[in-house]
């Protein structure tokens, strides 16, 4: 490594979630940002802490997480990689390593993100990577999850608490397809039954996807209409505690962060 003034190392990594409190470092608590700070820290002799296109929940995994970080120098890239994935725990792997442009930050920079939630319709899949459910009719599913697409105010579909600013996003794309098998990171070959419920879009609020495939869930078990997910996003001012009750919010083990998508002229990845 050679001095060359201050640059921006942009990082790709993968990690399992289930150990962890989610990404957002916390008191008394272990985060994935933690453990890639550390290894970060312990590589490059370095102290600035990274930046993340994606901040995860708690149990939450990713397949394609990109983190950004200040350096003072210079890399070689692979034998950086190489280092870091030395360091880290089995449940998280960086993939590449590169610089990037001096503006560049993984969340302002970010357009649009992808995540996929899992369910297994058997008893074979991991219970860690997918939410085991049975009964479900998928072309039911299919029709509501294409009610949200689009732009809308997804409050009911929120968290709530401290989030500040508008609930209104965009989501491009919902997908809901069945798989006969699937391989995820750290788990390998995953056989099917399963379902895929993918959603495309700008940006997500705390918990959103999870309470989304809650609801597509209990359409798809016939235990919620179509029309009251239609209702929430018409007229989201309405409080609707058949949405957004905590004991709706699908587990967090079936989602993961499949992909970030960044502008293209902050980064091309």
Known sequence: MTKSGRKKLVIELQYLGTAYDGWQPQPNQSSVYDVVAAALHEATGETHGPVVAGRTDKGVHARHQLVSVRTERSHDNDALVAAL????????RVLSAREGPAAFHATTSVRQKTYSYYLALGATAADDV??????????????????????????????????????????????????EH????FVGHVRGPLVRVAFE?????????RRMVGALV?????????????G?????????????????????C????????????ALHY
């Not at 509501?144 to 105010?153: K, Y």
């Not at 699937?182 to 990171?185: A, E, I």
């Open 232 to 252: 929430a996003l018409r007229d989201p001012a309405t409080p609707r505690p058949e949405i957004s009750s905590r004991a709706f919010v699908a587990p967090a």
């Open 85 to 92: 994935n030395k360091i880290l725990p089995k449940d998280v």
């Open 130 to 179: 997918a939410w085991r459910v049975e009964g479900l009719d998928l072309a039911r599913m299919r029709a509501c999850a294409q009610r949200v697409v689009g732009e809308h105010d997804y409050k009911v579909f929120s968290a709530g608490g401290k989030a500040s600013g508008t609930t209104v996003r965009t989501i491009r794309a919902a997908v809901v397809e069945e798989l």
């Open 218 to 230: 209990r359409v798809g078990r016939g235990e919620l209409a179509e029309s009251v997910v239609a």
């Open 254 to 265: 079936g989602l993961w962060l499949e992909r970030v998508d960044f502008d293209g002229s």
């Open 201 to 209: 879009g700008d940006g997500f609020l705390k918990h959103q996807v």
């Open 182 to 185: 699937v391989d995820l990171p």
